[in-house]
């Protein structure tokens, strides 16, 4: 209830203005029952004075009366005479015309004339003492009742008696002496005997006063002055003042009494009017402060609710009505909100577009990908997605450097935005693009899009002076078919990628559910290796070359085995193209470089050991090193060791591949070039670098007995080679017919199943045995 604002500001301002309130009615209270309480006081003793001026006044009649009647001549002598008759037609005569209920005579002999009632008598009797003291005037209790009383004597002429009015003073006669004062008091007389307690024989107080009163009297009586007083019925302000008594012990006193309550009557409707005053501005108060409130915590509220639509996302701009804090506070929050926005933009930007070539980036198109898959299966159309890759962008960006490459990714973007129309391009990263498009009419439209783009990076480009010759391989995975999701269209398009470069540059290939069976047998082959690699799992095979000239095995060509531990033997030809891929291909080298060194240096001088070394081992650093620390470990004569290399090497020609095969030929390492005529043959590689072997490609021999141009072929490399001074070696010779063939050709050289399938070192050692043999015995 209290959590918001707009309460607990009302509740507080309403508290507030309570407080106050009660301060100001206590304060005024206070005041009034001070202000009261003196008048009180001032008006009690006022009133003793005035009740003693009446007490008196009446006391005055009686006395006058008594004396009157007291000197008639009649009743005297009647009194004296002892003539009752008389004396009570007299005390009658008087009681009906001065209103004065008792009235009777106490003679000197104390006999009581005038009283019927046996207990006024018996009180009237006992007064004679008094009396005869000369006590004329005071209170006495005549049958229980307290009474005013005034006696004169009578003479006659000597005393022979006393007339004694009395009034009773009951409660009328009380109230008939309030009713003669100013203020409303309540007088009472109280009476006792001797040490007995104070009593009101006209019961003016209640019963369960009477203690309090009595000590009240016994307290103040004295000083005569007036004092609070606690009873029943409330408090009051009393005075107490002794009485003059006739009789023996006989106290009276009269108790003046001003209740507060009645005094403070006179300010109830002051006090009416003030609640009335305070509630009336209490409502106030609250109605103001709620509104107050409300002006305060209403545009509050409207910025809550804008901030939480700016948190969903929503552009939002608060109304500024005002021009106080809160109106400033709401002018802050537009231009936060502004500020907030318009860097949510530049973030986007930023996120979603490669700030190279300003394409979108892979975050964005794969959002872009998800909506278009939806919207595709919505409608049941396809898509296809193209995933393409520069060729040889890592070449030029490490021979020319990163300015060059980024000015070419730029280049090729352009081109590839131009080409791609109203589909969207994007760059993954790299040097790698993709782009999706809806198929309307089947695959032909992905095929079109593809020969497009290929086309299109494929025109002459110059930058920085260089001319560049760019391809782009591409794959391409359709939708439902290739995958429903992005994740698995993309993957897929890169597999068909994969093959596409694979199968040489520069082309475009569509996905194949069998892909993914060769991907994932391709990721098993990588792991197995890795193993291989560490535990050792390979083994060196050799294959004898035979000089022609003598018939005798000249050397060895050192050939991987992979003892695969579920598989078995694994062909080199599955393997080393993945441990290329994997740089897993510089271990493994090292290794064949060791062993085959190793195993070279047990066999006869003359023989020599070929080693094959790959393209990716040339690229990488330390392959002069890997050759070094094998001959020094073996201690073989460098001129013992062959290098087979193939034309691949030159397709990336570097200055370091030139440089490294240079020095290797300085140690005195020979060098050969191995299946010479497959792949990009260039008569230019022979010309770059002096080889000192050709080693001519088994698709040539295989032909050679049965197709003259074959045969013509390799009549012209062996010429060729010995024009250049290198010798020429035919591989995967199997049959006679092409051995015979071969000697006309003029070949030196001559390597395959016809002599001896590759086979292990004890197997070499018996080659080279079973030929010293043969040789021994011919
Ligand atoms: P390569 O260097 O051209 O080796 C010759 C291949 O032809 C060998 O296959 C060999 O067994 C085979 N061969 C020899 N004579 C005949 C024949 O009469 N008929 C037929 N059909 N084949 C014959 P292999 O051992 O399967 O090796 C295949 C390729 O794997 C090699 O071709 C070579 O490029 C690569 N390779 C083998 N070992 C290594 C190695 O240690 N390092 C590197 N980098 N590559 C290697
Ligand atoms: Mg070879
Ligand atoms: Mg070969």
């Known amino acids: 209830m209290f959590s918001r604002i707009r309460t607990r500001l009302a509740v507080l301002y309403a508290g507030l203005f309570a407080l106050a309130l009660c301060l100001v009615a206590g304060a005024l209270y206070f005041v009034v029952a001070a202000t009261v309480e003196r008048e009180v006081r001032s008006e009690l003793v ?27 001549f009649g009743f005297r002598a009647a009194v004296a005479t002892g003539d009752r008759r008389t004396a009570e037609s007299a005390l009658d005569n008087l009681r009906a015309r001065l209103g004065i209920r008792v009235a009777f005579i106490v003679g000197v002999d104390g006999k009581v004339t005038g009283v019927t009632d046996p207990a006024l008598r018996r009180d009237a009797a006992l ?22 009383l005034v006696a004169a004597p009578v003479m006659a002429p000597a005393l022979t008696g006393w007339v004694v009015f009395a009034t009773e003073l009951d409660r009328r006669e009380m109230r008939s002496l309030e009713s003669l004062s100013a203020i409303p008091i309540e007088a009472t007389v109280l009476t006792r005997r001797n040490a007995s307690a104070w009593s009101d024989t006209a019961a003016g107080i209640r019963t369960a006063d009477a203690v309090g009163i009595g000590h009240f009297i016994d307290r103040t009586i004295a000083s005569g002055v007036p004092g609070e007083l606690q009873t029943g019925g409330g408090t009051a302000i009393a005075l107490a003042k002794p ?3 006739i009789g023996d012990g006989e106290h009276a006193a009269l108790l003046l009494r001003y209740p507060l309550a009645r005094a403070m009557a006179a300010y109830l409707p002051l006090q009416i009017a003030m609640a009335l005053t305070g509630l009336l501005g209490l409502m106030l108060v609250i109605a103001g402060s709620w509104r107050l409130s409300l002006s305060i915590t209403r545009p509050i509220s409207e910025l809550d609710r804008a901030a939480r639509r700016m948190e969903q996302g929503e552009t939002v701009e608060v109304r500024v009505d005002t021009d106080d804090e809160i109106g400033r506070l709401a002018r802050s929050f537009n231009a936060m909100a502004a500020g907030i926005a318009e860097r949510e933009k530049r973030i986007t930007q930023l996120a979603f577009n490669d700030s190279l070539t300003g394409l979108p980036n892979r975050a964005f198109f794969r959002q872009h990908l998800e909506i278009e898959l939806r919207q595709a299966a919505h409608r049941g ?24 490459g980024d000015a070419l990714l730029s280049e090729v973007s352009a081109r590839l935005r131009l080409a791609a129309g109203d589909a969207l391009v994007a760059r993954l990263g790299g040097d790698e693009f993709t782009l999706v498009l809806s198929l309307e009419a089947g695959q032909d439209g992905a095929e079109r899009m593809a020969q497009r783009l290929i086309e299109a990076v494929a025109k002459p480009l110059e930058i920085g002076g260089h001319d560049l010759a760019v391809a782009a391989s591409i794959g391409i995975a359709v939708s439902p078919i290739d995958g429903e999701d992005a994740d698995t269209l993309l993957k897929n398009a890169d597999l068909a990628l994969y093959r596409a470069k694979d199968e040489g540059k520069g082309g475009y290939r569509f996905f194949e559910a069998k892909m993914n069976a060769q991907a994932q047998a391709r990721r098993l082959l990588e792991t197995d290796l890795r193993r291989a690699v560490a535990n050792g799992e390979f083994e060196l095979y050799f294959q004898p070359l035979v000089d022609l000239s003598d018939n005798r095995i000249c050397s060895f ?27 897993l291909i510089v271990p493994i080298g090292e290794w064949v470089m060791q062993e085959a060194c190793r195993r070279a240096t047990e066999w006869p001088d003359r023989i020599r050991i070929a080693v094959n070394v790959s393209t990716v081992q040339f690229r990488r650093p330390g392959l002069l090193n890997t050759v070094l620390q094998a001959l020094a470990a073996s201690g073989l004569e460098p001129g013992r060791l062959e290098i087979e290399i193939t034309e691949s090497i030159f397709l990336e020609t570097s200055d370091t591949t030139l440089t490294m095969l240079h020095s290797l030929r300085q140690l005195g390492i020979r060098i050969a070039l191995d299946d010479f005529g497959t792949g990009y043959s260039s008569l230019s590689y022979l010309q770059s670098f002096p080889f000192d072997k050709i080693k001519i490609d088994q698709s040539f021999i295989r032909q050679i007995a049965t197709r003259p141009d074959a045969s013509a072929i390799v009549q012209a490399i062996t010429a060729l080679a010995a024009a250049l001074g290198m010798e020429a070696t035919a591989e995967g010779v199997e049959e006679i017919g092409q051995l015979d063939e071969l000697r006309l050709q003029g070949c030196g050289y001559v390597q395959g199943y016809l002599f001896s399938r590759p086979v292990d070192a004890a ?6 045995a079973q030929c010293d043999s043969v040789r021994n015995a011919a």
């Not at 006022?46 to 006391?59: E, K």
């Not at 193209?386 to 300015?403: R, V």
């Open 763 to 768: 197997g070499a050692q018996a080659l080279l």
């Open 557 to 583: 060509e050192a050939l991987i085995r992979w003892h695969h531990p579920t598989r078995g033997m694994v062909s080199p030809i599955e393997f080393i193209p993945v441990a290329e891929e994997t740089g």
């Open 46 to 72: 006022a009133s003793r004075t005035v009740f003693d001026r009446l007490w008196n006044m009446r006391s005055h009649e009686l006395g006058n009366a008594a004396s009157v009647l007291a000197r008639d």
């Open 243 to 245: 009485l003059a008594s």
């Open 381 to 404: 159309g396809c898509l296809a997605l193209l995933s393409l890759d520069l060729d040889n962008f890592k070449a030029i960006n490490d021979t020319l450097g990163h300015p060059v």
């Open 127 to 148: 007064l004679w003492p008094a009396l005869d003291r000369g006590e004329f005037k005071g209170v006495a209790s005549l049958g229980g009742v307290s009474h005013q």
